[in-house]
Structure formats: C-alpha cells, structure tokens
C-alpha cells in the first residue's frame, strides 16, 4: 500500500484507469436501467413503481459507502498522515453527497405514490437526512481549509479537525442501517442482509449490474477529483516558487 | 514509529468512546424515535385518549368496512398481540390493503376506536413478480382495497 501513497505514482495508474472506470461503469448503468425499466416484470403489489429501487438501493448504499471510506481515509491521515489519504478523503465528499442526495431524491420519488407521502420524520429518512448535511460540513470545512489563511494546506490534505470530524460522522452510519431496526419507522426493514435477500431473484439480477455500475462511476468521480486536487497544489506550489523567485 | 503507534492508540481509543456514546444516544432514543405507536402498546395505556399520535399496525384480515358515504372506512389495526379498531374519513393509498401494513396519524377516542385523520400505507421488505397464473393477460397489478 505504501508504494501507491506516492503522489507520482498514484498518477501513473489512475490516469489510465479513469475512462475504463467511466465507460464500463457507464456501460453497467444502462444496461442495468435497460433491464431494470424493460426485461423485468413490475412489482407484484407496487406495479411498475417499484423500478425505481434500481436506482435507488446503489445510492444509498454509496452514499453510505462513501462515508465509510471516507472516515477510513481521515483515520489513515490522522495516524500514518499519508498524504494522498488526505486528498482521498476530500475527493469522495463531493459524489457521496450526490449519491446520498439521489437516494434521498428517488426515495421521495417513490414514497408518494407508495406510502402516500413525500416525506416523513421517520428513523431511516431522518438518519439519511444527517448524512446528507455530514457531507456538506465536510466539504465546506475542507474548502474552508484550502482557501483559508493558511493558503493552500500542505500537499491539499486534511486538516485535523476534518479528519477527526470525518471519524465522528462515521457513527451515523450504523445507525442509518440499523433506524429501520431499532425503531418502528415508515420505511420497510432491510431486504437485502448476510442472510439472503426478499427481492425475488426474477426481480434481483438488474440491481447486481446498477450496483456495479454506480460503483464503477463513484470510482472514476473520485479518481478525477483526487488528479484534479494533485493539479490544483502543483499549481499552487509553482506559484508559490515564482513569487519566491521574484522576490530576489 | 512511536508516534505513529501513539496515534493509533488514541483515534482507536477516542473512536470507542464515540461509538459508545453513539449506541448510548441510540437506546435512550429507543422509544423516542419511534415513528409509531403499536395497537400493543396503545393497549397497555402508553396514550392518552385525545391526544395526537400516530398509530402503526396491519390492516387484520376481512376487517375493512365501507360505509354508506363512500368516504368513511373501518378497519381494524392489529400486531398480532392486540388489535384497535380504526375510523377514517378521506382517500388512502393505493398499497392500502388487508393483510397489508399501514399507519395512521390521529387520536383515540374514549370509546376505545382510533379516528385517523391521515393514513399511509406501509410496504413489507418483499418484492415479488406478479404471479401470472392468478390474472389475465395484460392486466394491471393493482392491489385489493
């Protein structure tokens, strides 16, 4: 893992690796929203609503994921401060929040024709609700970190309050899988758990290639990010030289 | 090196503290955050007769009645420990259904029946195909109310 910490050569693979990201990724979704929307029949009870969860489930599930990594990634720069940990951490904020956001969005989408309503204060959408304002204080602190005063923090990373701020934020997480658990709530229990899955195999198999899809996408956002964030402090730090130059 | 192993220490020890307090924070909630109230629990006096809550349950087998105006629907709400019957007066959802979950914002009323003045309806964590050797050709799979 170390040999990849480095800047230089973690360029080397993410460039390539970018567009396979983005195409097979791109190639997943619409196959699975081609199957999903036609090659599968509609919910027993739901009708042709309950397509929706082809888009849905992946969000949630990467918003989620996201968050994870993300916390994982701010742990790494607390204690090894790997730079590039730093710079991950900051490259998924941004499509996690998305994803956390077209989780939200599908789900209203799909509570109203339904339960009835296109929002309710219950356990789960709450919980979900949280992650979404987590993610936004993460990005506003991150940002506030790079343009504050201190300039552009060293190497683009994470400063500490964010990587400890990104751990704390991870205990959302449990909570959000457990809220349907744990408390009476509007939204159905977990249908996909270690145990098997309640989704009717006839019904299951497009979610496999929307899964992999969305996933495969989220990598190539973070990947451009995280190149862009590398650009942006190369920039930064020839700048920083030629003023340096100048000033002799 | 023993910086580094200093700082594990501490994040691990500082990240048990804030998954305890979390799991804490959780249980205290436990009853709280519920987003309903079970015909069980109404049953065991948690409510006050006029008082607005919201009640969660299944709809018990052959118990929806329409009355005259059309409007108007009895049912009776159950989870299998106790059962209230429930008046509401409007349109419900589609999913609205016996055998079927769903939940009703209102009140109870002293003669012991629940009047809702709003009732979605809750969906299980099944997704089944429609089984075609039940229905004919073609048609649209909409739930009995």
């Avoid at chain 1, 993460?138 to 552009?152: K, V």
């Avoid at chain 2, 007769?49 to 009895?74: F, N």
Wanted: hydrophobic residues 50%; aromatic residues 8%.
């Amino acid at each position: 893992m170390h040999a990849y910490a480095n800047p230089t050569r973690f360029l080397a693979i993410a460039k390539p690796l970018t567009p396979w990201l983005l195409g097979v990724g791109l190639l997943f979704v619409l196959g699975g929203a081609f199957a999903g929307l036609t090659m599968v029949p509609g919910e027993a009870k739901q009708g042709e609503t309950a397509r929706i969860l082809y888009v849905h489930v992946p969000s949630a599930w990467l918003g989620m994921g996201g968050w994870t990594s993300l916390a994982v990634a701010g742990l790494v720069q607390l204690v090894w401060r790997h730079p590039l940990s730093g710079i991950a951490a900051r490259a998924i904020a941004v499509p996690g929040m998305l994803f956390t956001a077209l989780c939200l969005a599908t789900g209203s989408i799909w509570g109203k024709p339904t339960w009835g309503t296109w929002w309710e204060w219950d356990g789960r959408m709450t919980s979900m609700l949280v992650l979404l304002f987590l993610y936004a204080g993460f990005i506003a602190l991150t940002n506030g970190d790079a343009n504050g005063a201190g300039g552009q923090r060293q190497g683009g990373s994470l400063s500490r309050g964010a990587a400890v701020y990104a751990l704390v934020g991870a205990v959302n997480i449990p909570i959000i899988n457990r809220s349907v658990v744990w408390w009476n709530s509007l939204h159905q229990g977990p249908s996909i758990t270690l145990g098997g899955s309640s989704i009717d195999r006839t019904l299951l198999w497009p979610l496999g290639l929307t899964l992999v899809g969305f996933s495969l996408l989220f990598g190539a956002i973070v990947l451009m990010r995280m190149r862009r964030i590398i650009a942006d402090n190369r920039v930064a730090a020839r700048l920083r030289r030629l003023a340096d130059d100048e000033g002799h | 090196m023993k910086a580094k192993h200093q700082r594990l220490i501490l994040a691990a020890v500082a990240l048990c503290g804030v998954a305890g307090a979390g799991v804490l924070a959780a249980s205290a909630l436990r009853d709280e955050a519920a987003y309903f109230r079970t015909p069980a629990e109404v049953v065991a006096g948690k409510t006050t007769v006029g008082e607005p809550m919201r009640l969660g349950g299944m709809v018990a087998a052959g118990s929806i009645k329409r009355q005259a105006d059309g409007l108007t629907i009895d049912f009776v709400a159950t989870d299998g420990k106790a059962s209230i019957p429930v008046q509401f007066k409007g349109i419900v959802p589609d999913l609205f259904a016996e055998n079927s979950g769903m939940v009703a914002d209102g009140r109870m009323r002293a003669d012991g029946v629940f009047v809702a003045d709003r009732i979605l309806a809750k969906h299980d964590e099944r997704y089944m195909p429609p089984q075609m050797g039940d229905m004919p050709k073609n048609m649209k799979v909409a739930p009995k109310v």
